[in-house]
């Protein structure tokens, strides 16, 4: 973080923007509710992430409240200041720059950008009309009026454009054509990219006369994915159906997304859902995943893992990772992504490299 970056983020209170967030309970799964103490206070000026919104409402907190057990996922945060400050950063934002953010959330992004922009150039869209009033409302607390829009980011807001530069703070499977046609040729994009929720990738992307182009980021960026993609079932099938057990050399974290190959396989092979069950009586978890039209399961015990396959499913991620292995395995920022009106493709080393892989659109 340069010392510019540092005080921008001193200038602006993150209180005003977090009153409350959400924590893992101590005693129990599930979530407790932390605010004004202690404990909110230190978190505020942490390098964290505060979870402040869970299931897509107020029914979670309420529920807090009333002492019952809550286990919604987070549908809502105020990002980490380092992932933040890197994303500022990487987007080399300058003074009279239009930008536009996807995904208010708390607003305090948007503070951020309005305090070095001037909020007459920071246009923001949020899905969910009562995090937008929120954030309304801190915003106009800490002195900040920036357009503020409820709808779905992949639309971007024609009204402000063209902008310079675009950072979303939401993944998304392929970047909305949207957001190219309202940038102006050289405009810079951030856009978290999601292959069924594994990766954490983050394209830097700069705006050509047909489309954009450009790296990854090294950094992780583990974003939510966009709202209204509804998630494929996965499937608790009784291990044994899928086929006697072989050893395999694939570590369990690359389905999980705590490996350097995740990305890869995800990119590579037909979308596919994880799942880890923990058996009753002890055995060794189960990580569980389903696409493709068929599932396998991961099984590690004592160092070795073991899988079970029906279908194609596990063919296409056992021959990406080995990919990946023959490749070198290459880091994150070995990639970028080029992005046209028809087509969209990720590409290793080079954008005419032939490794290149298309992206669902
Ligand atoms: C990680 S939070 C954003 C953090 C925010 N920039 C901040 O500073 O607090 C992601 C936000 O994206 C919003 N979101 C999800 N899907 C969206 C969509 N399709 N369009 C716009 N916003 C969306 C979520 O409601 C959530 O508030």
Known sequence: LTRGGARRFIAVPREL????????DRDRPGWRSVKGDDEWRTALYTDTVLVTQLGGDDRAADAIRRGEPVYALPTSSSSAPSLMAAMLEALAIGDDMRVLEIGTGTGYNAALLSHRLGAVNVTTVEVDAVLSARARTAL?????????VVGDGAAGYEPNAPYDRVLATVAV?????AWVEQTQVDALLLVPLTFAGRGGLMALLQRTPTGATGRFLGQYGGFM????????SASKADAELLGTPRPTDMPVEVVTD???ASFFVSLSCPPFRTMTLFPDDGAPAQTWCHGDGSEFVLVADDGRVTVAADGPLWDKVEA???LWNELDQPARESFGLTVEPDRQ?????????????????
């Open 225 to 232: 994915s966009v709202r209204g993609v509804p998630p494929e």
């Open 258 to 260: 705590r490996h350097p």
């Open 320 to 322: 990406a990772y080995q």
């Open 140 to 148: 106009a607390t800490a002195g900040y009026e920036p357009t503020l």
């Open 17 to 24: 923007f977090v009153p409350h967030f959400f924590a893992p």
């Open 345 to 361: 493709w990720v590409w290793l080393s080079e954008p005419g490299s032939a490794q290149s892989w298309p992206v669902p659109l």
């Open 173 to 177: 499977p392929a970047v909305p054509a």
